[in-house]
C-alpha cells in the first residue's frame, strides 16, 4: 500500500520562508511523480508543483514561480518543498500527492493523483 506523509508547515510572517517534506512508500510502479497542492478555504484545491522522480522533471504554478524549489532525494524517496517570499495569499493547507508515472500527464490537475498525504497548514501573516 502507497503511503504518503508530510511534515513541515506552520505559521510565518510575509517575506519569511518555510520547507515541507513529504516522504512516499509502498510504490510497486517503477516510476512516480509527486506534486504538491494546496487548499485554501472557499477555494478549490489547486497545483503548486511537481517532480518526476525518473529525471528530475519540475514544474510549478505561475503563482510560486521563482518563489518555491521542488527537490528530491530519490535515495529516500522524499521530496521538499522550499517555500521563500511567502505572501499572506500562500495560506493553505498544503498537501502532497503522488501517482504512478509512465509519460506526459496534466500535472497540475489533482485528479491526476491517486494518493494523498493528510495535508499540513500553512499561514503567512501579513
Known amino acids: 500500500e502507497v503511503q504518503v506523509v508530510e511534515s513541515g508547515g506552520g505559521l510565518v510572517q510575509a517575506g519569511g520562508s518555510l520547507r515541507h517534506s513529504c516522504a512516499a512508500s509502498?510504490?510497486?510502479?517503477?516510476?512516480?511523480?509527486i506534486g504538491w497542492f494546496r487548499q485554501a478555504p472557499g477555494k478549490e484545491r489547486e497545483g503548486v508543483s511537481c517532480?518526476?522522480?525518473?529525471?528530475?522533471?519540475?514544474y510549478y504554478a505561475d503563482s510560486v514561480k521563482g518563489r518555491f524549489t521542488i527537490s528530491s532525494d530519490n535515495a529516500k524517496n522524499t521530496v521538499y518543498l522550499q517555500m521563500n517570499s511567502l505572501k499572506p495569499e500562500d495560506t493553505a493547507v498544503y498537501y502532497c500527492?503522488?501517482?504512478?508515472?509512465?509519460?506526459?500527464?496534466?500535472?497540475?490537475?489533482?485528479?491526476?493523483?491517486?494518493?494523498w498525504g493528510q495535508g499540513t497548514q500553512v499561514t503567512v501573516s501579513s
Open positions: 500527492a503522488t501517482r504512478a508515472y509512465s509519460g506526459s500527464y496534466y500535472w497540475i490537475n489533482p485528479y491526476e493523483y491517486d494518493y
Open positions: 509502498g510504490f510497486t510502479f517503477d516510476d512516480y511523480a
Open positions: 517532480i518526476i522522480r525518473s529525471d528530475g522533471s519540475t
